[in-house]
């Protein structure tokens, strides 16, 4: 797919997109790889490396003598166990190519199309409604992600069974999310700082505009993990006091079975001459000095405030 950029994305033929581009015209391109290897060379773009988009593991740009390369690895926010969305991009003063074996880059670009219309119409204009689409989900869907560890930490302090699985998961989630803000902001960096003069100085401002929203959705996912983290000690203390109490229970019934098994002991001793067990009082007395040392123990626990 080929677009010219005027006040609107106008989709156009390859040839007239090669034409706009030796005019002054800034283009975009959306190509498979295959159409990349067989006439990257009509961009002119000086590029002699392959852009393999298999081997895209990360959101990255480079500079290059005549060109900017780079490559965007995108997850899906909704499923962050899923694919990620990855293509790679090469980009002058003229336009910006992309080469996409799947719909990533095509699917923004058609979003683009369809809502965008712009009074001054640039590269650097489109560049920063791309680079927004990506985005343009993200700050509801984090929302989701306290409103559900807000009811994680209500349920905690109810009571209520946690679900310590689906926290490290949320934290493991945030922690993809931050890793592909960062890499964002690395790459607008690099457009920001415009080595090869492809961008108007004036236009410059749209990349800044855009590094600073991802800096606070950046800022917003670290506060969620610190949130986290919160809530997992939280957690944790609450087991503690939990297994603390447990012991205490279970320090308090040994303590005070201690003294009667004492007892116990002695009276099962098999000697002859003891004054109890002739006498008709022997067993009540042994009975009524157990449950003395047991209410004695209770009472003194109480006032200790053990139990």
């Not at 931050?178 to 492809?198: A, G, K, P, S």
């Not at 939280?234 to 201690?258: A, C, E, G, P, W």
Request: aromatic residues 12%.
């Amino acid at each position: 797919m080929y677009y010219i950029i005027e006040n609107m994305l106008r989709e156009c033929s390859r040839e007239e997109c090669l034409a706009a581009g030796a005019r002054g015209k800034q283009y975009v391109a959306v190509l498979t790889p295959q159409e990349w290897q067989s006439g990257r060379d009509s961009f002119e773009m000086g590029i002699d490396m392959d852009l393999d988009v298999v081997e895209i593991h990360n959101t990255k740009a480079e500079v290059n003598y005549d060109s900017l390369t780079g490559s965007f690895s995108i997850p899906n926010m909704n499923d962050l166990s899923a694919d990620y969305g990855k293509f790679a991009f090469a980009l002058d003063e003229r336009g910006v190519v992309f080469i996409d074996p799947g719909d990533g880059a095509s699917g923004i670009i058609k979003k683009i199309q369809g809502s965008k219309k712009w009074r001054i119409p640039s590269l650097e204009r489109f560049l920063f409604d791309f680079l927004e689409q990506i985005v343009s989900d993200d700050t509801s869907i984090l929302e989701k992600y306290e409103k559900e560890l807000d009811g994680m930490d209500e349920r905690l302090n109810q009571g209520v069974d946690f679900e310590l699985e689906r926290l490290n998961e949320i934290r493991c989630d945030l922690r993809d999310i931050r890793t592909h803000y960062d890499r964002l902001i690395d790459l607008v960096q690099e457009l920001e700082e415009n080595e090869n003069n492809f961008f108007k100085s004036e236009d410059i401002r749209y990349f800044k505009l855009f590094s600073n929203r991802v800096s606070r959705l950046f800022d917003t996912v670290t506060s969620l993990r610190e949130y986290t983290a919160q809530i997992r000690d939280t957690y944790h203390s609450k087991l503690d006091v939990k297994q603390n109490r447990i012991m205490t229970v279970l320090t308090v019934v040994t303590t005070i079975f201690m003294p009667l098994t004492l007892i116990t002991g002695w009276y099962g001793m098999n000697f002859r001459y003891m004054p109890e067990l002739d006498s008709p009082w022997g067993y009540p007395i042994v009975i009524l000095v157990s449950l003395i040392i047991a209410v004695g123990c209770l009472i003194f626990f109480k006032k200790k405030k053990w139990l």
